[in-house]
């Protein structure tokens, strides 16, 4: 049975990603409103896109799901499996490294050779709690 942890969002994260939304549907509509043409509508579409998708893409896929023989961590593009057996560790941190959680409150999973993942659970107790039964269960 997989359980599903959505990350937490840092205030000031959310505020940046929602600037970047709109400004890059505001660059766009500036684009579109300054040279009518197709050319300048292609031009608004490749401005506002990515600044609007990936933005909204991040909030709606970053979350952590422990299953039966692994964690898995979805965060826009990016997909990864730890398996359980191999997690030698978990330590709370504020590193701001890039990684795959929407706060700077984070848990860092330690893993395999010297390999490491930094992830923002909501509910970082019952996380801890639930991935520690779930290795225990895995062995």
Known sequence: MAI???????TWILVVLIVSVVVSIG??????SLV????????????????SILPIWLVATTYYKIE????????GPVEKRV????????????????????????????Y??????MISPRDKDSFIRDLNEARESAR
């Open 83 to 110: 398996p359980l057996s191999e997690i030698t560790g978990v330590t709370p941190t504020n590193n701001p490294l890039s990684s795959p959680a929407l706060s700077l409150d984070r848990l860092r999973i330690d």
């Open 68 to 75: 039966v023989d692994h964690l898995f961590i979805s965060c």
């Open 27 to 32: 660059a766009g509509a500036l684009v579109v």
């Open 4 to 10: 599903m942890y959505r990350s937490e969002i840092d």
């Open 112 to 117: 395999g050779q010297g390999q490491s993942v």
């Open 36 to 51: 009518s043409s197709a050319k300048a509508w292609i031009l608004a579409v490749l401005i506002a896109a990515p600044g």
